[in-house]
């Protein structure tokens, strides 16, 4: 009998908890981090057929079999791994890229567990070929979107653009000002090289657009850009995506500093290729948010990878863990993605910090 009481404790224990997680508690209670999500995740297709774009693949009569079935599962993964990034009190924001429309987002925040913490989406179509965009969701009991763009490099034929917009969103978060750019750069696929002048032509966008909000809005700017850049921090690409003008007269110097690169030089990634482990998923952030001393404020080490046990399994070719992705190539495994997500903390900085 005392063992069946002690059981009946860790239950109630459970059943408040899980209370707590559905009660959508806010992430904005004194000492609390509003905490800060991306995640690639990997074709997170309907199964409609959309005929301006080429999703024929990810169809139930497609080469990759997509059923409702898996669709749903897909979803369900998904919610895990957001509540679980948020320890129970899921993230403020969360970004994604490799969604095809607003209505998987749909499903995800109003068929699911996430329902119960008052999300909104941003999202428009990208021109994409696959259909796949850039979007986010966030809380509206602490995030307050003020403007929203979506942003492609400046040509005289804006129709020749075939890879994915920047989605910028200006937000309001405890009575401070964020200004938020999501990325999902063109593809490596077929070498590094592969995609490397678009790379450069989005970086210069981002680059320009944050040295304009910087100059304009004045030092105490708070920038946040994030997202896949299928580069490693240290690559040139995005070596030049921190070589902003603001700083008259000293080309070495940057108000924007990548949070991944110190995680990178650890030898850590985000995605696994052929046994190594890349860093192209990352957080950028303007240097007040680690220096400032009032409002929304973060440190380097509030940066990280969320990689628990359940988004990873044994790589059979290369020794080792690698996301448990949903396909291997057009082999379905029902995992969650190819990627890991980036998280960072914000916290209320306090006076004479």
């Known amino acids: 009998m005392h063992i069946n009481g002690i059981n009946v404790r860790v239950n109630k224990t459970l059943l408040l908890l899980l209370f707590v997680a559905s009660a959508g508690y806010s992430q904005e209670k004194p000492g609390s981090p509003v905490r800060i999500m991306f995640y690639n995740v990997e074709n997170l297709f309907d199964i409609q ?5 080429s999703d024929d693949d990810f169809l139930p009569q497609g080469v990759m079999r997509w059923t409702y079935s898996r669709y749903k599962k897909k979803i369900s993964s998904l919610y895990k791994t957001i509540i679980a990034a948020g320890d129970w009190d899921p993230p403020a924001v969360a970004a994604f890229c490799e969604v095809e429309n607003k209505k998987v987002m749909e499903d995800l925040i109003y068929n699911t567990g996430l329902s119960n913490h008052n999300y909104g989406i941003v999202h428009e179509e990208s021109p994409d070929p ?5 979007c986010l969701i966030y809380r509206k009991d602490i995030v307050r979107i003020l403007d929203y763009e979506y942003w492609v490099p400046n040509r005289k034929n804006a129709e020749t ?5 920047v989605l910028y969103a200006k937000c309001q978060i405890a009575g401070d ?3 938020l750019m999501v990325n999902h750069w063109p593809s490596r696929r077929g070498g590094v090289l592969a995609g490397e002048a678009l790379r450069s032509e989005i970086a210069e966008l981002v680059r320009n657009k944050a040295d304009s909000i910087y100059r304009t809005l004045a030092f105490g700017t708070k920038i946040l850009i994030m997202g896949d850049f299928n580069a490693a921090p240290h690559d040139l690409v995005m070596q030049s995506l921190l070589k902003t003008s603001s700083f008259e007269g000293s080309g070495n110097n940057s108000f924007l500093i990548n949070l991944a690169a110190d995680v990178s030089d650890e030898g850590k990634g985000t995605y ?4 190594a482990w890349e860093m192209i998923d990352q957080i950028i952030v303007s240097e007040i948010l680690l220096n400032g001393d009032d409002g929304l404020v973060t440190r380097r080490d509030l940066f990280r990878i969320f ?3 359940f988004l990873l399994r044994n790589d059979a070719r290369f020794p080792g863990p690698s996301p448990w992705s949903t396909y291997h190539g057009y082999r379905y495994q029902g995992g969650y993605s190819d990627h890991l997500p980036v998280i960072l903390d914000l916290y209320q900085a306090k006076q004479g910090e």
Not at 49 to 53: C, G, M, N, S
């Open 272 to 275: 696994r290729y052929m046994g």
């Open 177 to 179: 000002t964020l200004h």
């Open 130 to 134: 696959r259909g796949i965009d850039v």
């Open 307 to 309: 990689s628990p046990e």
């Open 161 to 165: 653009f075939t890879s994915r917009s």
């Open 49 to 53: 057929d959309d005929t301006l774009t």
